[in-house]
């Protein structure tokens, strides 16, 4: 099962929660809350606890690709993928900021739709201007909504298997674990269920579990 844990909060220590979830997640995505409070050193001392697995930084860049560059700068070394928003489009924003993380040897995920209630609002009708942009740019992986797994399934449809789908939202914003893997998603993101747990370890296996169970209902077509 694919499993990505979300560390957000600035006023916390997660070291020894990474230490604790090494073995049996896929990786970790680091908010900006947590960057910008603790510093992006606090990336490298928190990998350094756990060097395995996808590190991914959270920026939800959208800016021109001159800026986006420049703060993807601050701690890409430190991360082994950047999210960026899908909507600024590729001339002089993703294509050079893909041609950057590409010569660093870093991955660029980019923001299809959101998992909150309010992408209805917007990102829903952007959708296909979006997944044109994702079409041309071919980044390494897109982030689309374990809310809505329709979504992930209609943008699995449009993009085929060659791209990574991230899924947030599953715990505290509602969806189930394993629902946006069944729908097509290649790995589920996942903090609040799990970092605000008090045992964050049986958590993340709980997750796991679901996950699993919830695969196997679908594969039988449940
Ligand atoms: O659409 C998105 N929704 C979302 O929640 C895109 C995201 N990147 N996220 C992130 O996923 C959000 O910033 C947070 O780090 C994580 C979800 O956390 P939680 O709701 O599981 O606590």
Redesign the pocket.
Known sequence: MSLIV?L?SPDREFGSLVEDLCDIVDGF?L?LPLLMGRGVDYAARLRSRCNRGLWIA?L?LADIGHVMKLTTSLVVEHVDAV?AHGFVGIQGALGELKEFLNSLGKKLVV?A????PG?REVYDKALPLILNVIGELEPWGI?A?ATRPQVITSIRERLGDSVTILS??????GAEPGAAICAGADYE?????I?SSNDPRAAALAVKDAQKQRLQACKRGA
């Not at 947030?168 to 914003?173: D, E, I, L, S, T």
């Not at 993101?189 to 269920?193: D, F, S, T």
């Open positions: 979300a957000d995505k908010g959270d939800k999210i923001v739709s959101m998992s909150h992408a982030v909504p947030p939202g599953v715990g505290a914003q993101i996942v903090g609040r269920l970092t």
